[in-house]
């Protein structure tokens, strides 16, 4: 599962010009929590995190790498 999320991240952030710092991965209750690190030069932008935050959702979404419910921090 992780390399899987893994490569979808770097896939994500590579079109997106930025790269993928870390991935955090937490188990809770109410479903997977997935926190992603990202960075660029320059900075990042809010506008980069919530542009790399809807591919990836679709992306896991498509592929289906969770059973069950999911919530996404970029």
């Known amino acids: 599962m992780y390399n899987e999320l893994e490569k979808i991240v770097k896939y994500v952030c590579e079109e997106n010009n930025t790269g993928m710092y870390d991935i955090d991965?937490?188990?809770?209750?109410?479903?997977?929590?997935?926190i992603v690190y990202i960075t660029k030069v320059g900075g990042v932008l809010i506008d980069d995190c919530s542009r790399i935050?809807?591919?990836?959702?679709?992306?896991?979404?498509?592929?289906?790498?969770f059973d069950g419910p999911f919530f996404l921090e970029v």
């Open 25 to 34: 991965i937490k188990n809770t209750h109410k479903g997977m929590v997935i």
């Open 53 to 65: 935050g809807r591919k990836l959702k679709e992306e896991i979404e498509t592929q289906e790498i």
